[in-house]
């Protein structure tokens, strides 16, 4: 059973076209939810670390919540420059990343 | 520059060769962990370690062996490579704090093909 799970799969907007990722999770004893940013061929690049439900953090046009269930990732008025996929990833304990499959996301001019 | 590099980018083997894949960071971290990328599997831990000479199994260890004999370096060994361990690996570092988890900074990748 998938303890973190993403959605949609793979997603197009057009440029400017706002629109949020999801990532559900279903793992006790969180300590820590991290987003990446994955270009192809690359490694995955640090974007944001939650803690605790209700908490909120900013970057350029994202903007990453989470609850208690869930996070998302908002991307505002994106660029063809934010295509990528976008990583979800649980710690549990203090070592152990487990990553969902990740969103696949295009921005067209 | 703050940075974890991986030796060789690509590699390109044979079934039983045994091989040894480079991981390095330069950030002073106490943590460092392999992962293996496949396409709709996402990616998934191989081994991590704490610190030196402490290292531990992750979700998929089967036909690997690391060892941390130094602080800066983590090496991922093959000892008989088969095909299905083709894949696009990752070695991340992050430090260690007591009150929950850090960031994991990742390497650029080895594209590893075994025919």
């Known amino acids: 059973e998938d303890q973190v799970t993403q959605s949609p799969e793979a997603l197009r907007l057009q440029e400017g076209e706002s629109s949020s990722l999801n990532c559900s999770y279903t793992?006790?004893?969180?300590?820590?939810l991290f987003w990446y940013r994955q270009d192809p061929g690359k490694g995955p690049e640090f974007l944001f670390t939650l803690y605790s439900a209700g908490e909120e953090k900013e970057k350029e046009r994202l903007k990453a919540t989470l609850t208690k269930k869930e996070s998302f990732l908002h991307i505002t008025a994106p660029k063809p420059e934010d295509s990528a996929t976008y990583l979800c990833?649980?710690?549990?304990?203090?070592?152990?990343?487990?990553f969902g499959k990740g969103t696949m996301l295009l921005v067209s001019p | 520059e703050a940075q974890v590099t991986q030796n060789p980018r690509y590699l390109i083997t044979v079934t039983g060769k045994k091989l040894t894949v480079t991981c390095s960071q330069n950030m002073n971290h106490e943590y460092m962990s392999w992962y293996r990328q496949d396409p709709g599997l996402g990616l998934r831990q191989i081994y991590y370690s704490m610190n030196v000479e402490v290292t531990d199994k992750g979700d998929v260890p089967e036909g690997y062996k690391v060892s941390r004999k130094e602080k800066r370096n983590f090496p991922l060994i093959l000892e008989s490579p088969s095909p299905n361990q083709t894949s696009l690996y990752f070695c991340?570092?992050?430090?260690?704090?007591?009150?929950?988890?850090?960031?994991?900074?990742f390497g650029p990748g080895t594209r590893l093909t075994v025919l």
């Open positions: 990833a649980v710690m549990q304990g203090y070592s152990t990343l487990t």
């Open positions: 991340a570092s992050s430090t260690r704090t007591s009150g929950g988890g850090n960031e994991q900074f």
């Open positions: 793992v006790s004893g969180l300590r820590g």
